[in-house]
């Protein structure tokens, strides 16, 4: 029997050759553990963040912006079947995900638990809350797990268009009337805050991401994701001529990066313990949509019985 610490070491040569994992090797039970975590989270995060969004689909303003925000909602479904895919690879069953979401016990990103007031929302969730998205999501297709890695390559695509789809919507805003841009900046000041705090604790309070960062799970700290996003976004504001609700933002010469003032932790641990302003919605919405879509299930794993017995009996005959 190879002992442990040999795999352990022979686990951690190959990551840090940039060799990818697979579902058949050896793979440390805290690796195993910590990426189904993260991935089941971001899978949950894909499915719940559908229905701020879904809520605008019979009142999105125009025809073509229906069908683009029809088509970004079926995008996210999607992802978060790729990623409940690679989920399985190790080890775990849907099931038992969705059980998890459904009872509280699995978390989504607490971006999701705010509400969706007025149409510029929509430009601000694509704009703010899919690029904040992009920063952490971008790395991800070097993460060390090849499943994962995988199946973000296509997600990345897909979620960029968002992002342009998303400030696409708030450019025409901000050419529109004058209670349109009153409504764009309104919704900026409303998302700004939460999508910073999207890339999750500040890394001297997060327990998981040195760990990660030595596995190669992730690429960049916390802090650095975000410092990049508010240096990008910054730059974005200023064509859309709208003010981002932070006095302290100021560009740092020294640094070459923006400074920002503290970020309300507080409110952030308040939404994830599920005290958000949309928190009880969101997961009683998913409940329903779980339970009603029941006979789905049943009558797809019947159809599959039943052509797997189809087939059984040809194989027979011949």
């Not at 039970?29 to 989270?41: F, G, P, V």
């Not at 690679?86 to 016990?105: H, P, S, Y």
């Not at 920063?135 to 991800?140: A, C, G, R």
Request: net charge neutral; with cysteine.
């Amino acid at each position: 029997m190879v002992p442990i610490k040999s795999l352990e070491e022979k686990f951690q040569a190959a990551v840090d050759a940039e060799i990818k994992i697979e579902p058949k090797d050896w793979m440390p039970d805290a690796y195993r553990k910590t990426l189904i975590r993260q991935i089941s989270q971001h899978a949950h995060s894909e499915i719940v963040g559908m229905l701020p969004e879904g809520n605008w689909i019979s009142r999105a303003p125009s025809l073509r912006r229906k069908v683009g925000l029809l088509a970004k909602v079926q995008d996210e479904a999607g992802h978060g079947l790729y990623l409940y895919s690679a989920c399985e690879t190790l080890g775990i069953d849907r099931e038992e995900l969705f059980e998890q979401l459904n009872t509280g016990k699995a978390k989504y990103s607490s971006i999701f638990n705010y509400p969706t007031t007025t149409w510029a929302d929509i430009g601000a969730i694509g704009w703010l809350v899919d690029g904040a998205a992009i920063m952490n999501q971008v790395m991800l297709c070097r993460t060390s797990y090849g499943p994962y890695a995988r199946a973000m390559v296509r997600i990345c695509k897909e979620e960029s268009f968002h992002q342009r789809q998303g400030f696409e919507i708030l450019l025409t805003l901000s050419k529109g009337s004058e209670e349109q841009r009153a409504m764009l900046q309104d919704a900026v000041d409303r998302w700004w805050w939460p999508s910073l705090m999207m890339f999750g604790p500040s890394d001297k309070e997060s327990t998981h991401s040195a760990q990660s960062m030595k596995w190669k799970i992730k690429r960049k700290s916390n802090d650095e994701l975000r410092q990049q996003f508010v240096d990008a976004t910054v730059e974005q504001a200023k064509i859309l001529n709208v003010t981002l609700p932070d006095p302290e933002l100021k560009w740092n010469e020294e640094r070459g990066h923006y400074d920002f003032g503290p970020i309300d932790w507080e409110e952030f641990w308040n939404v994830v313990k599920g005290n958000g302003p949309c928190n009880k919605e969101r997961l009683a919405a998913r409940v329903k949509a779980h339970d009603e879509g029941a006979w789905v299930r049943d009558a797809a794993v019947a159809f599959a019985e039943k052509q797997a017995k189809r087939r059984a009996e040809a194989n027979k005959v011949a």
